[in-house]
């Protein structure tokens, strides 16, 4: 069948059922958002647990207000700067939104996703679309169609193939409490470029013992099947664990090498841009190669670095 027919997305949208999208960030499994028996079906598909929100992508700014409400200004100043593109903006929610998108909760995360072929999709549909990455649940997130493919497997819905996500990993969610912004989740754009939209600080909110506000914020999430640790010292990972076979996932090209070592690094010449592009791309890879044990170098502890290695500890726990 055609992968890119986005007449034929639409179609399947329309009669409730999930297309797997293209974004700039990851793939989405995308149902239409205010159709119950769709959502659900997002729900079955990942083995997702009811209690994580769902994001609800739309074609511009102009349709910020069919969702939310009370918007703060300077989450119009975001979504000014950002959208299209790879900001997630938690909001008080319109009425409208079904509870089934929000987990009960009062606020919504929307975007306005940058890949031109969903984009083209979201212009083309009456309704906006919710849109979880398209993985199953805690496994890593997809970053090709195939990725999609080995993540759902017999579950795989239709592929719109928007080719390679450019940017690799998830959306930064920017959410209000008593009108200051918070970072809920880190993600494609950095503290620093939020920062610097906003011309202040803006600080990380951390909620891991209660129930996280982003589930996406729990601590063991984006887990590949094989158990994997961080290491600042890859050298000394690799010694303790010699009689194993070992993925190693580094920044930079790497020297070391050995028998029992399969490596992939993330940027041959240390840009976190790309490294963040290649992230999920490299553990599918290793995830492939039925390694024994992954052992992931710690990136950089500045911009996206910071949002690489939250994704890392994540996968790192038991
Ligand atoms: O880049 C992305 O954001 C991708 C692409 C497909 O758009 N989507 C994505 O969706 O990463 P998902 O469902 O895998 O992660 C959404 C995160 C979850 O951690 C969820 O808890 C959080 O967004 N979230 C959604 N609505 C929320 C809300 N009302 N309050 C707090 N967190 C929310
Ligand atoms: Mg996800």
Known sequence: ???NSIEYAKK?????NLVAIPTETVYGLAANAFSEEAIKKIYTTKGRPSNNPLI??????????????NIPAEAHKLAQ??????????LEKNPEILNLVTSGKNTVGIRVPNHPTTLELLNKLSFPIVAPSANKSN???????????????????????GGECLNGIESTIVGFRNNQP???????????????????????????KQSPLSPGMFKKHYSPKIPLILSSDVETSIRANSHLNIGLLT????TISGKNITKYSLSKNGDLKEAAKNLYKGLYELESKKVDLIIAEKM???????????????????
């Open 56 to 69: 609800v992508h739309i074609s511009s700014k102009e349709k910020l207000g069919d969702i939310a409400i």
């Open 251 to 254: 920044f930079k090209a790497e």
């Open 1 to 3: 069948m055609n992968t």
């Open 81 to 90: 700067h950002f959208w299209p593109g790879p900001l997630t903006l938690v």
């Open 139 to 161: 496994h890593i997130s997809p970053t090709s169609p195939q990725h999609v493919r080995e993540s759902l497997s017999e579950n795989t819905p239709y592929i719109l193939d």
């Open 182 to 208: 918070f970072i809920y989740r880190l993600g494609a754009i950095s503290i620093d470029d939020i920062e610097t939209a906003l011309g202040k600080k803006v600080n990380v909110y951390h909620n891991e």
């Open 300 to 318: 950089p502890n500045h911009g996206l670095g910071l949002s690489i290695n939250d994704r890392l500890t994540r996968a790192s726990h038991k």
């Open 12 to 16: 399947l949208l329309e009669e409730n």
